[in-house]
């Protein structure tokens, strides 16, 4: 069985005393809320890693996500925080190519190629993003620009490496543009990834792949995706800066 999972993505929010507050209310919600077979996560800024696990010890189905890590172990890269850094730091997760990430810094299927190499070689879970914008959604072939994301990045890895990650669809197209993603658009691109997974590691390895819906998820609708049988989750954005909401939506199985 698939594992489920909610991931909130905190991105560039909230102050030390908020992001202690905002852990403290989730891990509280999750202990009394969430089915022990639901895994939670809280992808905060860097900053706060260390100290939020801490908030989370003991607490098993809750664990805490970098939203980033550069490719190389260590060096002279400025501002950067390496995967040995991070899982020195008993960090679990981080996510990798994000859409801001792709857009705002550049990041290219080559170098998160080379960014998953180092999650896994470093015992992290990378929570890989990969999605199209509304440009491409419009062209000819949305589905395989997906597909050359996941091929370019990931498919080198071995089967037993890749059983190790797990995707985060992102319609970047239905993220802030006054557009919305539909259930039934989750699932035909969900399906198609799991269909284009298992071409290159087979049915099985593809049926174990949680496979993320990253588009604008939220409390209202998260009942709607997860019912989809290509849906194993979400990555959360801006619901996950509300712990009941957050919640909410880790309840919707």
């Excluded at 908020?18 to 905060?44: G, P, R």
């Excluded at 995967?83 to 170098?111: C, D, K, W």
Aim: aromatic share 8%; charged share 15%.
């Amino acid at each position: 069985m698939r594992k489920k999972i909610v991931a909130g993505n905190w991105k560039m929010n909230k102050t030390a005393q908020e992001a202690f507050v905002l852990a403290t209310e989730v891990a509280e919600l999750v202990k009394s809320s969430v089915s022990a077979d639901v895994q939670v996560i809280m992808s905060t800024p860097a900053l706060y890693l260390t100290g939020v696990n801490q908030v989370i010890e003991g607490i098993p189905n809750l664990a805490v996500a970098a939203q980033n890590c550069h490719e190389k172990a260590s060096g002279a890269y400025t501002g950067e925080i390496s995967a040995p850094m991070l899982a020195s730091a008993g960090v679990q997760y981080v996510i990798l190519g994000h859409s801001e990430r792709r857009q705002y810094f550049a990041e290219t299927n080559e170098q998160l190629a080379a960014k998953t190499d180092a999650a896994l070689a470093n015992g992290l879970t990378p929570l890989f993003c990969c999605g199209e914008s509304l440009e491409t959604r419009e062209g000819a072939d949305f589905l395989g620009h997906v597909a050359q994301q996941l091929t370019e990045s990931l498919f080198h890895l071995s089967a037993e490496e890749f059983s190790k990650v797990v995707i985060a669809y992102e319609p970047i197209w239905a993220i802030g543009t006054g557009l919305t993603a539909s259930s039934d658009q989750a699932q035909e691109m969900h399906a198609f990834l799991r269909a284009h997974i298992a071409k290159k590691y087979g049915q099985n390895v593809a049926d174990s792949i949680s496979i993320l819906y990253g588009g604008s998820c939220n409390a209202k609708n998260a009942k709607e995706l997860f019912a989809c049988p290509d849906v194993d989750g979400g990555l959360i954005g801006g619901a996950s800066l509300v712990a009941a909401d957050f919640i909410t939506i880790a309840t919707s199985y």
